[in-house]
């Protein structure tokens, strides 16, 4: 019992370690998918971009560290989610809040959004989302006051400071109805990001860019995401906030607040998205048509990423509801084909294992009785020798008289036989057991042999 209670726990060992793994790399492709748009904010807000987002990264490692030991969990910075939580949230953020804002944020995120529900592995809400959204309804004003692209020569001004300058996001023109025009410089001014807005979020190329690695690396987690943004595109098409073109108002909707951001760091997320393909496309569209009915009614500017918590909190029934049909079916009984055969593998070699240990206890149990019995016999062996009665040569006269002069110290005849028969009955050893009883206790019993066989000769 004991070695299978050992292979049982080696097995949960080695999940652990595979899912520790799986994860990860997950979180290594997430975090190589966000260096663009945090090389374009250091490109663009300078030296505070990347404090913001080296202070967010320090404040994560912290916090979990200290509410692991508080609340008596594992800890798993090593895993990097803690560290894409904190990049996360820091590019969401415009760049001239203050620094304690999104540090707050990060806070939230760690320890009452992530760890209370376990790890990485067992998320039940988004734990970046969960930040942004508590810091934004903490503090609106500050999280949408985004700064005018500062010059090569200024300084970026802090949110309260005198020289600090709001500009107009996209998501604010199209809360007011307001469109960007048809001049060409102001669609290169999206591409390359150069427009108010979060600090890592306005730069399509690089959201581009990061959807194409998704394709690539993540293709799951792509599903969802161009599912999420294709229902955006159609709704942003079909109820347009800007009277101009169609077109502008898709492009206005797709480039501005945190939709792209969230299309490819948030709702893809593999850990709570659905596990079935056609799950994983629903899931994405009700997303989509969530984040643009709160952008369209919110009274706030931004509020996609509370439709990403609106997703987490329903992402099970997906997989559960929806039906089975097509290709999907096909590719659902192929898995349960392989999954029976391995049980059978695996209940098979189960079989010999335990045909093995019951081998081996009853191998064992013969091994006891065995020397159970020579035991046994090894102590009834020395209590006989220890028990056996070996007369003393003290207790044998020196001399047997011989002459028959001296009558008084001679042994008659009949007493002589007497005296052997009562020796007989009492099984005195003979005078050959006598001998070797002395050879084996070293005692020298010549003299006595010699007397013996004279004082036999005289009898005679």
């Known amino acids: 019992m004991s070695e299978k209670a050992n292979e049982l726990k080696e097995f949960e060992i080695s999940a652990e370690r595979l899912a520790f793994t799986d994860t990860r790399k997950y979180m290594f492709d997430m975090l190589l998918l966000l260096t663009a748009p945090a090389i ?91 930040g942004i959204a508590f810091v934004t309804i903490c503090f609106p004003e500050e999280i949408f006051a985004y700064p005018v692209i500062p010059q090569p020569v200024d300084s970026l001004a802090v949110f309260g400071s005198e020289n600090f300058v709001s500009g107009e996001s996209i998501t604010y023109m199209l809360s007011q109805g307001n469109s960007i025009g048809v001049n060409i410089v102001n669609y290169i001014d999206i591409a390359v990001g150069n427009v108010p807005g979060p600090m890592g979020t306005t730069c399509a190329v690089a959201m581009l860019g990061g959807l194409i690695y998704m394709l690539f690396r993540r293709p799951k987690g792509a599903v969802v995401s161009v599912s999420f943004l294709t229902a955006c595109a159609l709704f942003a098409a079909a109820f347009p906030r800007v009277g101009t073109s169609r077109t502008i108002s898709v492009i206005m909707e797709l480039s501005g607040g945190l939709l792209f951001f969230s299309a490819l760091a948030f709702v893809s997320n593999e850990t709570i998205a659905p596990k079935r393909f056609i799950s994983r496309i629903c899931y994405g569209v009700f997303g989509g048509l969530t984040a643009m009915l709160l952008r369209r009614y919110s009274p706030l500017e931004e509020s996609t990423v509370f439709a990403v918590l609106l997703m987490n909190s329903v992402s099970t029934v997906f997989d559960s509801k929806l039906p089975v049909i097509g290709l999907e079916k096909k590719h659902l009984i192929k898995q349960l084909e392989e999954a029976k055969e391995e049980q059978l593998r695996l209940e098979k070699e189960l079989e010999e294992v335990e045909k093995a240990q019951r081998a081996e206890d ?99």
């Open 40 to 130: 374009m904010a250091w490109y663009y807000y300078g030296a505070r971009a990347l404090w913001l987002i080296c202070i967010c990264v320090i404040t994560s490692i912290l916090t979990e560290s200290i509410t692991a030991a508080v609340i008596k969990t594992k800890s798993h910075i090593s895993d990097l989610s803690s560290i894409i939580t904190a990049v996360s949230i820091a590019l969401c953020m415009p760049a001239s809040v203050q620094w304690w804002i999104p540090c707050l944020a990060t806070i939230f995120a760690i320890a009452v959004v992530k760890l209370p529900f376990g790890d990485s592995r067992s998320l039940l809400f988004l734990p970046s989302a969960g």
């Open 362 to 460: 009853e191998l064992a149990e013969l091994s006891a009785k065995i020397e159970s019995k020579r035991s046994a016999m090894v102590q009834s062996i020395s209590q006989s020798i220890q028990s056996q009665a070996i007369p003393e040569l003290e207790d044998i006269p020196d001399e047997i008289p011989l002459d028959a002069e001296d009558e008084s110290s001679a042994v008659p005849d009949e007493s002589k036989e007497q005296a052997q028969e009562e020796y007989i009955d009492d099984d005195i050893p003979t005078l050959q057991d006598i001998g070797e009883l002395a050879t084996k206790y070293e005692l020298d019993v010549l003299s006595f042999d010699e007397k013996s066989q004279n004082g036999g000769d005289s009898d005679e």
